[in-house]
């Protein structure tokens, strides 16, 4: 019952779904779970319908729990889920007579928000699952099961003004045609009486919408949706055969164009200033390519997206920025005001007397010849989910254009979307976001205990973090813990010596192409080293400045710039992980010791010199976190106990806890809390300081 791995959707030319039905699977399930299975088979298959798109109906014979008697029931995908990976309690329920009734209430379009207030009267079990707005195209409709989906060869027809036609012409009349209307109850009217007048329709293809079919069981439903969508995709892919697409190419795409996404997204985002900070997505997939480098870009992308489900993701239109002047950080700020500026003028056009106050009014989608698609978003799952919307977009507009011209959703209709009261509840139910939401943090020895409780925290309050750690095994195994955990969206790792100038650039590159920019740097890579100084061998100076001194200073300076760029914003945060010994001499470890005060000091000249670009750097200065420390489990832990004379087992745990004033032993976790309240807003007027965490060592206090 459970959603199969997603098929992804082929550039060109459209893909050609085919059934995925399993007799031997079916004949397990009970009538609501061959719902969920028709449901998950449709929604796993990207060819069918995009993400969180579609929703899937059946009415199922229920015993009433109040009356004990079997009344009709109608299942229906809840508000907000999809349909690809939900499970049973994705769905709302809902009395079939109750739904019908609601009728008596409807007086004409003008209640179609009224008539969604009543829906919960209707709920059947005091399922807490919420009905969508659809729900009338399916409780409507006189059929036992309902599919309406709305993939991209589905809406390339509804899109185009050779749409009507081409229903007409692939399927000789047994799929009916409505005329744009916005989803509620209205819809669910005109829908019903269409069918009613036109019985020997088997769909109706709604205009900007999608399709909307219907069956008698389970599996017939799933493949006569199927069917009609692969019908689609024969006839889209004939047309697209006679010509080239969007006019054909005018651009080339560019060889350095993850480089120059790396390096543009930063600044963009810099410029994005607003409530909340923005996270971002790159893509140069075939679509975004074809599209970007098109001789029709500037015409296509003026007029937005057609169906509803993509402009909500994507804003009213992309902004299209000038491959030539990418450096140009005034044009670049020049761009995204002007953007502002339109889509205020938008507002302003649009708003009702009731409408709720203008929304963030920067671009979502940003389109590059030569590079790609970039989106934006206040978290980084929204954010890739839009460039896949504005995928669907593209594909939609190419195959709308090979049949007649691509219309996009009328303006004053794309602001009554936006801004319906409605959705505006929606989000004002929406939990806060947690404290770190928006930010992006860099940690170097990421696979290390400190460094992988640091991320922890961060990833924990809501941040994006990139893990760079010289052992990519040991990095990638964290990382695809974290993705378990927090999800797959909101980690990456970079393999990453701090000593080589090259994988650190290509480590924060990749951070910004990823994730957009950088908010927080936690540079602790490190090794330690003990050994009198008559035994200390130039080579192990060496590797212990290379990686305490130079690690540290190479990871800032090439971090710098990305952290500048969110001056705007309110700044940004580096945090060195120091140690005791920075501050504390300590016989028989004379390079690490002094390799640590080297690093400290530096983030003391670099809270000067970033205080007027709002960097605020800070040093914890950790003692003997020996548990779940990757340097304790080396030479390291041997080296210390002969220092002292004792067993490096248990007994060097015991001797360090007693050493501290507190008798307590430090964890990885109390670094982490350290590094995240620095990290954080909460000591956003901290800066050129040190925390020690270490028990209490008199000898480390600062002075």
């Given at each position: 019952m459970n959603a199969q791995?997603?098929?992804?959707?082929?550039?060109?030319?459209?893909?050609?779904?085919?059934?995925?039905?399993?007799?031997?699977?079916?004949?397990?399930?009970?009538?609501?779970?061959?719902?969920?299975?028709?449901?998950?088979?449709?929604?796993?298959?990207?060819?069918?319908?995009?993400?969180?798109?579609?929703?899937?109906?059946?009415?199922?014979?229920?015993?009433?729990?109040?009356?004990?008697?079997?009344?009709?029931?109608?299942?229906?995908?809840?508000?907000?889920?999809?349909i690809g990976s939900m499970k049973l309690d994705g769905f709302a329920t809902l009395y079939q007579n109750k739904l019908l009734a609601l009728e008596s209430h409807y007086s004409g379009p003008d209640d179609d928000d009224k008539m969604v207030g009543f829906l919960p009267h209707c709920t059947f079990n005091l399922n807490a699952r919420a009905a969508s707005i659809d729900t009338p195209l399916h409780s409507l409709l006189p059929f036992a099961h309902v599919d309406h989906v709305h993939p991209d060869a589905i809406i390339a027809l509804a899109a185009s003004s050779g749409g009507e036609a081409a229903t007409r012409e692939i399927w000789g009349g047994k799929i009916g045609w409505l005329g744009w209307k916005r989803p509620g109850y209205t819809l669910g009217v005109m829908l019903r009486d269409y069918v009613a007048a036109n019985p020997h329709v088997e769909g109706v293809m709604l205009a900007g919408h999608g399709i909307i079919c219907w069956a008698d069981s389970a599996r017939t439903c799933y493949e006569h949706t199927v069917g009609l969508i692969a019908d689609a995709a024969n006839y889209l892919n004939g047309k697209l055969a006679e010509k080239p697409a969007f006019g054909g190419a005018i651009a080339t795409s560019s060889p350095d164009r993850a480089a120059i996404a790396a390096d543009l997204m930063p600044r963009l985002r810099g410029q994005m200033t607003g409530a909340r900070r923005k996270l971002g997505h790159w893509s140069d997939d075939a679509e975004a390519m074809e599209f970007v480098n098109s001789a029709e870009l500037e015409r296509l992308a003026a007029l937005g997206t057609s169906c509803p489900d993509h402009f909500l993701r994507t804003k009213i239109a992309p902004l299209v920025l000038d491959p030539a002047r990418l450096q140009d950080d005034a044009y670049l700020a020049e761009k995204i005001a002007a953007y502002r500026d339109l889509y205020a003028a938008y507002y302003e056009r649009c708003k009702r007397p009731n409408s709720p106050a203008m929304r963030d009014p920067n671009p979502v989608v940003v389109l590059v010849p030569g590079v790609g698609r970039i989106t934006f978003a206040t978290d980084k799952t929204t954010a890739r989910l839009a460039g896949e919307f504005y995928g669907n977009a593209i594909n939609v507009m190419r195959g709308a254009e090979a049949i007649g011209h691509y219309i996009a959703l009328d303006e004053q209709e794309a602001f009554d979307i936006e801004y319906w009261l409605l959705e505006e509840a929606k989000l004002q139910r929406m939990p806060a976001p947690k404290p770190m939401a928006g930010r992006i943090a860099l940690v170097t020895g990421g696979a290390g205990g400190i460094g992988a409780a640091t991320a922890a925290r961060l990833l924990g309050e809501g941040a994006c973090v990139m893990l760079a750690d010289r052992d990519g095994d040991a990095v990638e195994e964290v990382r695809a813990g974290f993705a378990r955990q927090f999800g797959k969206d909101v980690v990456r790792a970079a393999t990453c010596d701090v000593t080589d100038e090259a994988q650190v650039s290509a480590a924060f590159a990749a951070c910004a192409r990823e994730f957009g920019g950088l908010d927080v740097l936690v540079a602790n890579a490190g090794i330690a080293s003990s050994a009198p100084i008559e035994e200390t061998t130039v080579e192990l100076w060496d590797r212990n400045y290379d990686v305490l001194a130079k690690g540290y200073f190479l990871t800032a300076r090439v971090a710098w710039p990305l952290l500048k760029a969110m001056k705007e914003q309110g700044g940004t945060s580096v945090v060195f992980i120091g140690s005791k010994n920075a501050v504390a001499a300590a016989a028989g470890a004379s390079a690490y010791a002094s390799a640590k005060a080297a690093a400290n000091h530096l983030a003391r000249c670099l809270a000067l010199e970033g205080a007027p670009d709002g960097i605020r750097v800070n040093v914890v200065n950790p003692d003997a976190v020996i548990r779940g420390s990757r340097i304790w489990d080396g030479d390291w832990r041997k080296e210390r106990a002969g220092t002292h004379g004792i067993d490096p087992g248990a007994e060097l745990e015991e001797h360090y806890r007693q050493r501290s004033m507190l008798k307590r032993d430090v964890l990885p976790e109390d670094i982490a809390e350290a590094a995240y309240w620095l990290a954080s807003e909460a000591s956003a007027k901290s800066t050129g300081n040190m925390i020690n965490v270490d028990a209490g060592n008199a000898q480390a206090f600062v002075r």
């Open positions: 791995t997603p098929i992804s959707a082929a550039a060109l030319p459209f893909a050609v779904p085919a059934s995925r039905w399993d007799d031997s699977v079916a004949a397990t399930l009970s009538p609501a779970e061959l719902l969920l299975y028709r449901s998950n088979l449709l929604g796993s298959d990207l060819t069918v319908t995009n993400f969180g798109g579609g929703n899937t109906s059946a009415k199922l014979s229920e015993m009433d729990p109040l009356t004990g008697q079997s009344v009709k029931v109608l299942w229906v995908k809840g508000s907000g889920g999809d």
